[in-house]
Nanobody, 125 residues
Framework: QVQLVESGGGLVQAGGSLRLSCAAS????????MGWFRQAPGKEREFVAAVTWSGVIVYADSVKGRFTISRDNAKNTGYLQMNSLKPEDTAVYYCAAKPFTGTFIYTRVYEYDYWGQGTQVTVSS
């Protein structure tokens, strides 16, 4: 089993930045794809970004050029650097993991096996 814990959320003004972290425990994330999703009130959970074990990265169009996903395999931790934040980025952000060693990027909620509890990001205008 893999346990994921997100941190780093908070309240920020539009144009500001936040860095989310996702710490994994239970087993190493070697061979796992890590993803970030978000869910705004009244909306479905949506894909934000993902990075494969081999380093292939994909972003949702809505965050391209503003968000950067990364991972530190030695620390068993993933990150989401969020810059130029907008009020529409307000949501609960979740990290997720899927055992997969290939280069295909999974972007659907149901494709991921492990989830964190989420961290709230609020961007004020």
């Amino acid at each position: 089993q893999v346990q994921l814990v997100e941190s780093g959320g908070g309240l920020v003004q539009a144009g500001g930045s936040l860095r989310l972290s996702c710490a994994a425990s239970g087993r190493t994330l070697s061979g796992y794809t890590m993803g970030w999703f978000r869910q705004a009130p009244g909306k479905e959970r949506e894909f934000v970004a993902a990075v494969t074990w081999s380093g292939v990265i994909v972003y949702a169009d809505s965050v391209k050029g503003r968000f950067t996903i990364s991972r530190d395999n030695a620390k068993n931790t993933g990150y989401l650097q969020m810059n130029s934040l907008k009020p529409e980025d307000t949501a609960v952000y979740y990290c997720a993991a899927k055992p997969f060693t290939g280069t295909f990027i999974y972007t659907r909620v149901y494709e991921y096996d492990y989830w964190g509890q989420g961290t709230q990001v609020t961007v004020s205008s």
